[in-house]
């Protein structure tokens, strides 16, 4: 009996707690009357064994540092959310509350230093400034393509998963990401939420809007920093970087070439289709690419929106009166490199080139007769298929070519622009000007004279052509046995 007393007094001694009794003064009320009842059945048996009493001490000293845990929760759980006054939207945090309140008050506290954006959040910021130093973090590990956030690259993975995980139920279009699924959503419904308040114009996307906008304020704030060209939307500075770069994401699956653009590898994709989805309501041709309809659509109204303020002649395309302005000008920027022949367009002198290199690369599936120059292999294309694109307003009459509509024309306005200089005789046509001089005028003194005068001279030996080309590359001869 003194053995067990004399352990009991050295009990408060040997206790490692520090604060029992505060954690007790802490406990809920709720946990209060089980402590009491634990209290009152652990007095008799305070006088047991050694081993018992440190196990019941033990828990003692756990138990009191787990329950006040457990009540916080339920105290956490208990408490009121925080609700926007505004809108009436729940928060569990008041730091995510106060930043919600800044899209109703407009306080937009984070400044980009470089050119004054401001945010609402830090981490907005913190992603805009990514444009400025071009930082990249994010990169893809299967083709190495790196992106500024986190999102972009995940959405860019599925593109290897070939992924679309989001389904529309309407049509069954797939899509990697919500919020496009949500706009796509709004196409069916022809729910437009977003509307410019200057001129009334309504947008599916917020994003679209804010491009809008710009419109009416001429900002420009995406700017490449290497030519100085700004532009309204991201997505056309990214792709013009692309232009720098010369980077070419977009692959053809049959052919292998690459696109800057998406858009211009689903044109392309169509001559291997085949595909003409534009088709004209009037005369039912169709076309590849929906500017073609848009030109086409013109020569039914016989609008010619464009004119040349020298001559008058009217034009459906801005490309071809820039081009017909340097007639006038007598401006021809591109030359070839082989004869020095010179160009107004840049496509004639692609033309041109293949006649040096011998290339043609445009071949006919059905034939197999190749060409030079990509309208000539349209023209020929209507042999097999039978179009005749073009039509005599007067009597109906179809043609293949624009020439032959044009020549045909002249049947019924009587015009003849091809005048015999010999003999003062008009035509038609070109071909019939020159039968008739090689049937009547060929020994004619004035024919030959005027025929002579024509011929461009080599200043060596004398020989003539007509064609500045021709003598050029004729001239090369003389310069090859020079030096052989």
Same mark, same amino acid.
């Given at each position: 009996?003194?053995?067990?007393?004399?352990?009991?007094k050295?009990?408060?001694?040997?206790?490692?707690?520090?604060?029992p009794?505060?954690?007790?003064?802490?406990?809920?009320?709720?946990?209060?009357?089980?402590?009491?009842?634990?209290?009152?059945?652990?007095v008799p048996n305070?006088?047991?064994?050694?081993?018992?009493?440190?196990?019941l001490k033990?828990?003692?000293?756990?138990?009191?540092?787990?329950?006040?845990?457990?009540g916080?929760?339920?105290?956490?759980?208990?408490?009121?959310?925080?609700t926007?006054?505004?809108?009436?939207?729940?928060?569990?945090?008041?730091?995510?509350?106060?930043?919600?309140?800044r899209?109703?008050?407009?306080?937009? *506290? !984070?400044?980009? @230093? $470089?050119c /004054?954006?401001?945010?609402?959040?830090? +981490? %907005?910021? =913190?992603?805009? &400034? #990514?444009?400025?130093?071009?930082?990249?973090?994010?990169?893809?590990?299967?083709c190495?393509?790196?992106?500024t956030?986190?999102?972009?690259?995940?959405?860019?993975m599925?593109?290897?998963?070939?992924e679309?995980?989001?389904?529309?139920?309407?049509c069954g279009?797939?899509?990697?990401?919500?919020?496009?699924?949500?706009c796509?959503m709004?196409?069916?419904?022809k729910?437009? *939420? !977003?509307?410019? @308040? $200057?001129? /009334?114009?309504?947008?599916?996307?917020? +994003? %679209?809007? =804010?491009?809008? &906008? #710009?419109?009416?304020?001429?900002?420009k704030?995406?700017t490449?920093?290497?030519?100085?060209?700004?532009?309204?939307?991201?997505?056309?500075?990214?792709?013009?970087?692309?232009?720098?770069?010369?980077?070419?994401?977009?692959?053809?699956?049959?052919?292998?070439?690459?696109?800057?653009?998406?858009g211009?590898?689903?044109?392309?994709?169509?001559?291997?289709?085949?595909?003409? *989805?534009?088709?004209?309501?009037?005369? /039912?041709?169709?076309?590849?690419?929906?500017?073609?309809?848009?030109?086409?659509? #013109?020569?039914?109204?016989k609008?010619?929106?464009?004119?040349?303020?020298?001559?008058?002649?009217?034009?459906?395309?801005?490309?071809?009166?820039?081009?017909?302005?340097?007639?006038?000008?007598?401006?021809?920027?591109?030359?070839?490199?082989?004869?020095?022949?010179?160009?107004?367009?840049?496509?004639?002198?692609?033309?041109?080139l293949?006649?040096?290199?011998?290339?043609? *690369?445009?071949?006919?599936?059905?034939? /197999?007769?190749?060409?030079?120059?990509?309208?000539?292999?349209?023209?020929?294309? #209507?042999?097999?298929?039978?179009?005749?694109p073009?039509?005599?307003?007067?009597?109906?009459?179809?043609?293949?070519h624009?020439?032959?509509?044009?020549?045909?024309?002249?049947?019924?306005?009587?015009?003849k622009?091809?005048?015999c200089t010999?003999?003062?005789?008009?035509?038609?046509?070109?071909?019939?000007?020159?039968?008739?001089i090689?049937?009547?005028?060929?020994?004619?003194?004035?024919c030959?004279?005027?025929?002579?005068?024509?011929?461009?001279?080599?200043?060596?030996?004398?020989?003539?052509?007509?064609?500045?080309g021709?003598?050029?590359?004729?001239?090369?001869?003389?310069?090859?046995?020079t030096?052989?």
């Open positions: 009996m003194d053995v067990k007393m004399g352990f009991i050295e009990e408060p001694e040997d206790t490692s707690d520090p604060e009794c505060g954690v007790k003064d802490e406990e809920p009320q709720e946990l209060r009357g089980l402590t009491e009842v634990k209290e009152e059945s652990q305070k006088v047991q064994d050694n081993c018992y009493f440190q196990t033990t828990e003692e000293n756990s138990q009191p540092a787990n329950l006040p845990q457990k916080h929760v339920k105290n956490r759980a208990r408490k009121k959310p925080l926007c006054t505004h809108c009436g939207k729940n928060f569990s945090h008041k730091g995510k509350l106060n930043i919600h309140m899209s109703h008050t407009g306080e937009k *506290p !984070f400044v980009c @230093p $470089q /004054g954006k401001r945010f609402i959040h830090r +981490g %907005h910021l =913190n992603e805009h &400034l #990514r444009i400025h130093t071009g930082e990249k973090p994010y990169t893809c590990t299967h190495g393509k790196s992106f956030h986190k999102t972009s690259l995940t959405w860019h599925r593109t290897h998963a070939k679309s995980p989001l389904t529309c139920c309407q279009k797939g899509f990697k990401q919500q919020e496009k699924l949500a796509h709004r196409t069916h419904a729910n437009n *939420p !977003f509307t410019c @308040p $200057q001129c /009334g114009k309504s947008f599916v996307h917020k +994003g %679209h809007l =804010n491009d809008h &906008l #710009r419109v009416h304020s001429g900002e704030p995406f490449c920093h290497l030519c100085g060209k700004s532009y309204r939307v991201k997505g056309y500075f990214n792709i013009h970087m692309r232009s720098h770069t010369g980077e070419k994401p977009f692959v053809c699956p049959q052919c292998g070439k690459r696109f800057i653009h998406r211009h590898l689903n044109e392309h994709l169509r001559i291997h289709t085949g595909e003409k *989805p534009y088709t004209c309501t009037h005369c /039912g041709r169709s076309f590849t690419h929906k500017t073609s309809l848009t030109c086409h659509m #013109r020569t039914h109204a609008e010619s929106p464009l004119t040349c303020c020298q001559c008058g002649k009217g034009f459906k395309q801005q490309e071809k009166l820039e081009c017909h302005m340097r007639t006038h000008t007598k401006n021809n920027p591109l030359t070839c490199p082989q004869c020095g022949k010179s160009f107004v367009h840049k496509g004639h002198l692609n033309d041109h293949r006649v040096h290199s011998g290339e043609k *690369p445009f071949t006919c599936h059905l034939c /197999g007769k190749s060409y030079r120059v990509k309208g000539y292999f349209k023209v020929h294309l #209507r042999i097999h298929s039978g179009e005749k073009y039509a005599c307003d007067q009597c109906g009459k179809r043609f293949i624009k020439g032959h509509l044009t020549e045909h024309s002249r049947v019924h306005s009587g015009e622009p091809f005048g010999p003999c003062g005789k008009c035509f038609a046509h070109k071909g019939s000007l020159r039968l008739h090689k049937k009547y005028h060929t020994e004619d003194e004035r030959l004279e005027r025929h002579a005068r024509s011929l461009k001279t080599c200043p060596r030996c004398g020989k003539g052509y007509k064609h500045k021709h003598l050029m590359n004729h001239i090369k001869t003389h310069t090859r046995n030096l052989t």
